[in-house]
């Protein structure tokens, strides 16, 4: 393979061997991510149906409440109903950033030492611009989807989606552009902003500049349910969960049962590592090679524990000089 880095081909037996080999693996993975998710998909259709006339009785009564309002109906689930997930989560974050408690929380900070406690001022900016990208580019852009969900007719339909079908529309994962961000002019004029904290906390993973808000923070969650046709129900669910998910990354702290945070906040301490968000196409590329040599990757999994992972897998204690 080190050929291969310097520039020299490899022997085409080798790279047919290695063709053969990732093909192997990869269908034997497709195979088993295929059976594995409709075995799911399917209990949790079984559950869906039992639960299906609570779940439809409750939406109508909502659809009726509001007296059948697309407009109304649609400001809740595509607006209200995000934000509020997402100021909730992440004002119990900033409880923690800002007066280091409860201590429940602040145990599994990533980086050591940093934001503790935050630097008010810095975060009075970052709320300001956060609420400036909210209200002045996603409202108006979600007053052209809403219009554009009302040509497909059937987003504020009295029936649910099923749950299959809901599960499809929550895999319609965004398209990143964080790989073009970083190209020299476009970073020193567009995501360096982002980049000003090179240890994030929850409420900056929409902390950027207003060109980057659409392009790749808005436009490309609302693709998805745009192409798609999607429910309201399905499409306040999904916003929500971009929200908390993209939170949940920036957030600084390695907490139990949650995905891991250590591969973006490692992007954001090095900046040229860790660009994706599975990190395949970093792998691929040798964008995560620092990232791989260092504690974090070793603790970059689900914590199944109470135990932070920067006890029970702490930094090698330096060498003295």
Wanted: net charge positive; with cysteine; charged share 15%.
């Amino acid at each position: 393979m080190k050929g291969a880095i310097i520039g020299l081909p490899l022997p085409p037996a080798f790279q047919i061997q290695t063709m053969l080999v990732t093909a192997c693996v990869l269908g034997t993975s497709l195979l088993t991510f295929t059976a594995l998710a409709n075995t799911v998909s399917w209990n949790m259709q079984n559950l869906w149906d039992a639960l299906g006339h609570f779940w439809q009785t409750t939406w109508l009564k909502l659809y009726y409440l509001f007296e059948g309002k697309e407009w109304t109906i649609f400001f809740l689930g595509a607006a209200l109903v995000p934000s509020l997930a997402f100021w909730c989560f992440n004002g119990i974050l900033m409880v923690a950033d800002v007066t280091g408690k409860p201590t429940f929380i602040t145990r599994y900070r990533i980086q050591l030492g940093k934001n503790d406690p935050v630097d008010t001022k810095k975060l009075r900016q970052a709320i300001y611009t956060v609420l400036c990208n909210q209200f002045f580019i996603s409202f108006p852009m979600l007053v052209l989807m809403f219009y554009v969900m009302k040509w497909w007719g059937n987003t504020f339909s009295k029936e649910l989606p099923t749950f299959r079908w809901f599960l499809v529309e929550l895999t319609e994962h965004r398209n990143r552009t964080l790989l073009l961000a970083h190209l020299p002019l476009l970073y020193k004029h567009i995501h360096k902003k982002h980049h000003e904290w090179t240890a994030p906390i929850g409420v900056v993973s929409i902390y950027a500049h207003p060109v980057e808000h659409i392009l790749s923070n808005t436009l490309p969650v609302m693709t998805g349910p745009m192409i798609m046709g999607s429910h309201i129900v399905s499409i306040a669910a999904w916003f929500s969960l971009a929200l908390i998910t993209t939170s949940i990354s920036h957030c600084g702290y390695h907490l139990p049962f949650l995905p891991s945070p250590e591969f973006h906040d490692f992007h954001h301490l090095k900046f040229n590592q860790c660009y994706g968000v599975l990190g395949v196409l970093d792998y691929l590329h040798g964008t995560d090679t620092v990232f791989r040599q260092t504690k974090a990757y070793e603790r970059h999994r689900v914590l199944l524990s109470f135990t932070p992972l920067s006890e029970s897998i702490p930094e090698a204690p330096k060498r003295a000089e």
